[in-house]
Each structure stands twice: as C-alpha cells, then as structure tokens.
C-alpha cells in the first residue's frame, strides 16, 4: 500500500515536472513574405525570471518540402552586458536550425531580438519560431515572451 | 525590385559621399568574418545621437573584393518605445558591392540600434567595411555616428 502510494507520488511529481517543461517555451508561427534573406520577420523576446542565465532559440519550416534554407540570428538587447551579443544559424535545405543562444554573465531579466529569414527565391515561407529561457543549471525558467514588431 | 533600385540609389550615394577628397559625416568601421556559409555573424552597435535624426543609413560593403556569393546585413532599432525591433534586411552578391539597410524615425531624435552582417561566402576571412550614416529630415548629414562591434565571430 505505502509503496503504491510512493509509486503514485513520483508518477505525480514527474508528470508536474514533465509538464512545466512542454509549456516553459514559446512557439510562434511565422511567415516571410518573400526570399533570397530580402524579407526578415524580427521577434523581441523577454525572459522575465531573475535566475534567466541563457536563450535559446530556433527556426523550422512550417511545413515538409519547404524547398528553402531558414536563418536565426540572436541578439541581445538588455542588460548592458549582453547588448549587441549574439550568435546566428543558417539550416541546412529544408531542415530546422540548430539552437542559437545569448548567455548573460550573471543571471538575471534578459531582452533582445530575434530575426528570421530564408534563403530561396521560391517566395513566401511559413515557419515555426521555438525559444527557452533556461537558468545556469540548464533549467528551463518561464516561458519567454515573443512579439513580433518588424514582420516582412 | 524597387528594393533593388533603392539599394543602387544609395550605393550611388555612397559612393558619390566617399569620393577620394571629400569628407563624410560618417563612420567607417572594418570588420572580417572567420567563417561562411552564415555560421558566424558579427554585430554592430550604433549611436546617431543628433536629436534631428530622421534617417539611418547602414551599409555593408565588400573590402576585399573576394565576394561571390551573397552577404547579408539586418539593421534593427533599440528603443523604449514602439518602435523597439523595428528593422530591415538587405543583401549583395557582387564583388566590391554594398548591401544597405535605411531605418526611419517617425519623428526626429537620436536613434540608437544593432547591425548584423554575415556571408554564405566559404573562402574564408571575409573582410567588409561597415558605413553607418546619419540624416536629419533633408537629407543632411548629421555628426558622426558612434559604431562599436560588440560580436566578432
């Protein structure tokens, strides 16, 4: 009995955690209007929790057959330490890019940007924008905030 | 197309600005990528600082005249208000060539922002030269902009 009870308890805590790890990221879908990296879609994103250590964030083709190369490009914007650092990915043909990341020096609130473009000249593509905040022993924090105020 | 005949229009400026002899209110900085294929990117801080500030210019050129695959540069505005993330994207794919992003205030002030730059160019180091303009409403150039690399990959 104590020892079902027991089992019963950890599925709990682990369906909890597992949980809290699927939400803590933001997914955006987004659409580029045209290609040839001559339209760029750029995402503010905030993680707001206090221990945020590093962002990460990625890019997919919404769709198979996207006959396209997709580009994530990071940039910081707050705080000082991190302004103008950054990190940038091109996918290889019609795949996702890897995880680009802005690292703070100390924990804390960080804010930046986030542009995406693809390079084909097959026009519009639609994609799937993933970010995480995670804190310095890779946890992930609160979900991270994403707005969109350039979408070409 | 119309983004093309911008982009030939404000090379032609630039070009017409940096004639041997004459002096530009601009700032010139010089910058080598250690990698193609736009796995490494290098980003630019700028400061146009005059509150009559309408419009800035960022270019991109090739230094090296090596450039025969695309170079791409994105200019993004840093600011407290709506306008935080605004930005454009250009790019060149000839040799000796400019790629050239114009961002526009609203209403004049200093303007504050993040240029990228990266190359598909797999000869590796790629050499540029970044040009960061600033205009008031007429077109006139303003002082010179502070540009500070602040990623050098």
Same mark, same amino acid.
């Given at each position: 009995?104590?020892?079902?009870?027991?089992?019963?308890?950890?599925?709990?805590?682990?369906?909890?955690?597992?949980?809290?790890?699927?939400?803590?990221?933001?997914?955006?879908?987004?659409?580029?209007?045209?290609?040839?990296?001559?339209?760029?879609?750029?995402?503010?994103?905030?993680?707001?929790?206090?221990?945020?250590?590093?962002?990460?964030?990625?890019?997919?083709?919404?769709?198979?057959?996207?006959?396209?190369?997709?580009?994530?490009?990071?940039?910081?914007?707050?705080?000082?330490?991190?302004?103008?650092? *950054?990190?940038?990915?091109?996918?290889? $043909?019609?795949? &996702?890019?890897?995880?680009? @990341? #802005?690292?703070?020096?100390? =924990?804390?609130?960080?804010?930046?940007?986030?542009?995406?473009?693809?390079?084909?000249?097959? *026009?519009?593509?639609?994609?799937?924008? $993933?970010?995480? &905040?995670?804190?310095?022993? @890779? #946890?992930?924090?609160?979900? =991270?905030?994403?707005?969109?105020?350039?979408?070409? | 197309?119309?983004?093309?005949?911008?982009?030939?229009?404000?090379?032609?400026?630039?070009?017409?600005?940096?004639?041997?002899?004459?002096?530009?209110?601009?700032?010139?900085?010089?910058?080598?990528?250690?990698?193609?294929?736009?796995?490494?990117?290098?980003?630019?801080?700028?400061?146009?600082?005059?509150?009559?500030?309408?419009?800035?210019?960022?270019?991109?050129?090739?230094?090296?005249?090596?450039?025969?695959?695309?170079?791409?540069?994105?200019?993004?505005?840093?600011?407290?208000?709506?306008?935080?993330?605004?930005?454009?994207?250009?790019?060149?794919?000839?040799?000796?060539?400019?790629?050239?992003?114009?961002?526009?205030?609203?209403?004049?002030?200093?303007?504050?922002?993040?240029?990228?730059?990266?190359?598909?160019?797999?000869?590796?180091?790629?050499?540029?030269?970044?040009?960061?303009?600033?205009?008031?409403?007429?077109?006139?150039?303003?002082?010179?902009?502070?540009?500070?690399?602040?990623?050098?990959?």
């Amino acid at each position: 009995m104590r020892k079902g009870l027991f089992v019963a308890v950890l599925l709990g805590l682990v369906a909890v955690a597992f949980a809290g790890r699927v939400e803590a990221q933001t997914i955006q879908n987004g659409l580029l209007n045209c290609g040839s990296d001559d339209c760029a879609d750029i995402w503010k994103f905030k993680c707001t929790a206090a221990n945020t250590k590093t962002v990460y964030a990625a890019v997919c083709p919404a769709a198979a057959g996207s006959q396209t190369y997709f580009n994530v490009t990071i940039a910081g914007k707050t705080p000082d330490s991190v302004l103008g650092k *950054g990190d940038i990915d091109e996918a290889t $043909y019609e795949n &996702c890019t890897v995880y680009v @990341s #802005l690292t703070r020096p100390t =924990p804390g609130p960080t804010t930046g940007y986030i542009s995406v473009s693809h390079w084909s000249n097959n *026009g519009a593509k639609g994609y799937t924008l $993933y970010s995480y &905040c995670y804190d310095k022993n @890779s #946890l992930i924090t609160t979900n =991270p905030v994403l707005t969109l105020p350039t979408n070409q | 197309m119309i983004k093309a005949l911008g982009s030939l229009a404000v090379a032609i400026l630039l070009a017409a600005t940096v004639s041997p002899g004459e002096l530009g209110a601009f700032t010139l900085k010089p910058g080598t990528l250690a990698c193609g294929f736009d796995d490494c990117v290098d980003i630019w801080k700028f400061t146009c600082g005059a509150g009559a500030t309408k419009y800035v210019y960022v270019y991109a050129c090739d230094a090296g005249g090596t450039l025969d695959d695309r170079m791409t540069l994105t200019a993004i505005r840093k600011s407290a208000d709506a306008n935080d993330g605004k930005g454009d994207i250009d790019n060149v794919s000839v040799v000796n060539s400019c790629a050239v992003v114009a961002l526009t205030r609203p209403v004049p002030g200093p303007v504050n922002g993040l240029a990228t730059v990266s190359s598909y160019l797999n000869a590796a180091p790629f050499e540029y030269n970044l040009y960061v303009y600033c205009y008031d409403k007429n077109l006139t150039e303003l002082a010179d902009p502070t540009v500070t690399n602040t990623t050098n990959q």
